[in-house]
């Protein structure tokens, strides 16, 4: 299995203000992606990020909202732009398993709070 | 386009009895179906998948799932449950692309 690990493991910001979550794997994987889980909520997935590629967002999810980064094969970042109290939810990244079967392996998590 | 459904928002259940989380898919193919679990200020753990092959998979923590394909369900069971066994339990469905749909969760309690 890889091993993710995010920074921040948590935060509290301020309305208006930007935050950009990093995503580490101790492999090198093709795919990596990027879900939000709200308070009490269910996990949703925000955007595919591939290496030497531009982000694919899901449905809802914008660019100029949420800018995504990949520079390699064992890193990438999500940015939250201009946040506001909506945007406090616990930001996951998950990576395949190598190998193909489908599954995937999930950070720990960033848990950001807006005020 | 995939979705899942977890019909239970939460469940209570004595230590030592038996667990059993309902999960409805709908999907237009053979689907990828997983079960995961999410303890209190922790990550998602895989506890078991479903790809193809035998319907009733064994996964870890002492947890099986059973796929029914005629009723498009991949429940969750225990026999007996731990007090450790008390958090949050996603069922999902993903296709060849890796993208998982999950369901809304179901919470789990166990009293003594």
């Known amino acids: 299995s890889a091993v993710i690990s995010q920074k921040p493991s948590r935060d509290i910001c301020q309305r208006g203000t930007s935050l950009t979550i990093q995503c580490q794997v101790d492999s090198q994987v093709t795919m990596m992606f990027w879900y939000r889980q709200q308070p009490g909520q269910s996990l949703t997935l925000i955007a595919t990020a591939n290496q030497g590629s531009e982000a694919t967002y899901e449905s809802g999810f914008v660019i100029d909202k949420f800018p995504i980064s990949r520079p390699n094969l064992t890193f990438s970042t999500l940015t939250v732009s201009n946040m506001s109290p909506e945007d406090s939810s616990i930001y996951l990244c998950?990576?395949?398993?190598?190998?193909?079967?489908?599954?995937?392996?999930f950070g720990p998590g960033t848990r950001l709070t807006v005020l | 386009a995939q979705s899942v459904t977890q019909p239970d928002i939460h469940i209570t259940v004595s230590e030592g009895a038996s667990l059993e989380l309902r999960c409805n898919y709908s999907y237009g193919a053979t689907p990828y179906l997983f079960w995961y679990v999410q303890s209190p200020g922790q990550g998602l753990q895989l506890l078991l998948k479903y790809f193809s092959g035998d319907t009733l998979v064994q996964g870890i923590k002492g947890f099986e799932a059973e796929f029914k394909r005629s009723q498009s369900s991949f429940n969750l069971r225990k026999p007996s449950v731990h007090w450790s066994d008390a958090a949050e339990y996603f069922c999902a469905v993903g296709a060849n692309d890796y993208k998982l749909s999950f369901g809304a969760g179901t919470t789990v309690t166990v009293r003594a």
């Open positions: 998950s990576v395949p398993r190598t190998g193909g079967g489908n599954e995937q392996f």
